[in-house]
């Protein structure tokens, strides 16, 4: 089955810097991959994502980029402000059913003001 | 529109027990899941269904079972409840959008379940 790494587990950044989170799947045949921010206590809700006939999506501080050869795939947020601060997974799995994902440990990021 | 809703917010069970986690939604998925999610890790795949009267198993299907008689629900039981299954759980839905692709997939609030 699929294996999703996720890194780095835990981000602190300045408000105003940019961060980057970096995953690696393993299944050649996965062609969507999510990206979710849980805050505290809440639900996981999607902020973007990417399907494998595309490299790159962009949506407005966020952006999501897609390496198919190597299997790696990286979510970037620019000028982070506090609010961005939460826990965020990436997943991998066929677009013809996001709900059947496998998801990475995470990335706890912090963004101080 | 309600999204996805589940059923309770939080359950103490004594281990040996059984009882069901609900999961209803009202956008007409075809697709829902149940995932579980430990401390530290990401959520993990335990049963999920591409439609009424179809499951199959997921990552971490032991100890769970999942039925879907309509569109609308998808509960999950435990049959004898272990302190192993202590997490969070969180039901998911998604629509196929035909020739090959779904939406997002939309979870629940989750229910945190305890087993002492």
């Known amino acids: 089955g699929e294996n999703v790494e996720q890194h780095p587990s835990t981000l602190s950044v300045q408000e105003g810097d940019s961060a980057v989170i970096k995953c690696t799947y393993s299944d050649s045949a996965s062609n969507y991959f999510p990206w979710y921010k849980q805050e505290l206590g809440k639900r996981p809700q999607l902020i973007i994502d990417i399907r494998s006939n595309v490299g790159e999506k962009k949506d407005q501080r966020i952006a999501v980029t897609l390496n198919k050869t190597a299997k790696h795939f990286s979510l970037h947020i620019t000028e982070t402000q506090p609010e961005d601060s939460a826990v965020y997974f990436c997943?991998?799995?066929?677009?013809?059913?996001?709900?059947?994902?496998?998801f990475g440990d995470g990335t706890t990021l912090t963004v101080k003001p | 529109n309600a999204g996805v809703t589940q059923t309770p917010k939080f359950q103490v069970l004594k281990t040996g027990q059984s009882m069901t986690l609900q999961c209803a939604q009202d956008?007409?998925?075809?697709?829902m899941s149940w995932y579980r999610q430990d401390p530290g890790m990401g959520l993990r795949l335990i049963h999920y269904s591409v439609g009424a009267g179809i499951t199959d198993q997921g990552e971490v299907p032991n100890g769970y079972n999942v039925s879907r008689s309509t569109t609308e629900d998808f509960p999950l039981r435990l049959l004898s409840a272990a302190p192993s299954q202590t997490s969070v759980y969180f039901c998911?839905?998604?629509?196929?959008?035909?020739?090959?692709?779904?939406?997002?997939?939309?979870f629940g609030q989750g229910t945190r379940l305890t087993v002492v």
């Open positions: 997943a991998a799995g066929a677009r013809t059913n996001a709900g059947k994902s496998t």
């Open positions: 998911a839905s998604s629509f196929s959008l035909g020739g090959g692709g779904s939406t997002e997939a939309f």
């Open positions: 956008m007409n998925h075809e697709y």
